[in-house]
């Protein structure tokens, strides 16, 4: 396993592996990595020859008042993971090498992006997508691996990739979850353990919700509503939002249907958490 920390050195191999008529497969994280991020390798070793997982804390997602500076990090620990999953090359830049001081281009996404976790982080989705589609130059990925607990990202990144034109697929994978049902994230490790009992009310809320829609419930305000009351009786310092939205416009949908989406981002301490389930006929138990 290689690890690059500049841009044209992982140019340069890419180009090589192309040469030799080789796939890539790229997983882009901020490390830290968990069990959630390995199901994404491993589903990439599955769809590429050569496998590249960048670790970078992209800070142009994060407003000012976010947790950039607190953000965990463990590269060692990442590297040692990385490697006994078998990955290729880790690309691990610093910030100054993926944006100049007078770095002035943006890529915004001015649908998808405007809502949910979007509406109350307006500059994130412009840095992730930003981030996304150098690294996807970068890499010469042929497929990008994205977990679905962060859906609203899977789905601008999608929108992304079809709007301009990007040659690479986009490989959904599903949302890991802790033997408890708590949705893995590397912010997780915020939670004192107190809060980490009262964050079980995300996924508990979503359980029950996706119960009531497999006996035929479809009505957005008593679904949404299932979950809002889980989040209540843990006393959830802040609730950003439980929606149910349509999954091709992320626009509030009054009624569940096969193609709807079912999100939450509240905050329990200081930790702000989001949970989703995707409703189909075969939705699963968060």
Not at 136 to 157: E, P
Request: hydrophobic fraction near 40%; charge should be negative; proline fraction near 5%.
């Amino acid at each position: 396993m290689e690890i690059f920390t500049q841009s044209a050195a992982l140019k340069t191999q890419a180009a090589a592996w192309k040469k030799a008529g080789e796939t890539i497969a790229l997983v882009p994280t901020m490390g830290y990595l968990h069990e959630g991020h390995l199901s994404l390798i491993r589903l990439a070793r599955q769809n590429g020859d050569r496998v590249v997982v960048s670790i970078f804390v992209n800070p142009t997602q994060f407003s000012p008042t976010e947790d950039l500076d607190q953000y965990p990090r463990d590269f060692a620990r990442d590297a040692q993971l990385c490697q006994q999953e078998g990955v290729d090359a880790i690309f691990h830049p610093a910030p100054e090498e993926m944006y100049a001081p007078d770095f002035s281009c943006w890529v915004q996404e001015e649908s998808l992006s405007q809502t949910l976790c979007g509406a109350f982080r307006p500059i994130h989705f412009r840095g992730v997508c930003t981030v996304c589609l150098k690294l996807f130059h970068l890499s010469l990925a042929d497929v990008a691996v994205f977990g679905m607990k962060d859906a609203q990202q899977l789905l601008v990144i999608q929108r992304m990739v079809r709007d301009l034109d990007v040659p690479i697929r986009i490989l959904p994978a599903p949302l890991v979850r802790e033997e408890d049902g708590l949705a893995r994230s590397s912010r997780n490790k915020y939670l004192s353990p107190e809060e980490r009992i009262r964050a079980l009310a995300l996924s508990r809320g979503l359980r029950l919700a996706g119960e009531a829609f497999r006996q035929g419930e479809r009505d957005a305000q008593r679904l949404t509503g299932l979950v809002r009351q889980e989040l209540e009786a843990v006393q959830a310092e802040k609730i950003d939002y439980v929606e149910l939205m349509d999954r091709s416009t992320l626009r509030p949908a009054k009624d569940a249907t096969g193609h709807t989406l079912l999100a939450v981002a509240a905050y329990i301490g200081k930790t702000r958490l989001i949970d989703n389930l995707f409703l189909d006929d075969a939705t699963p138990r968060p």
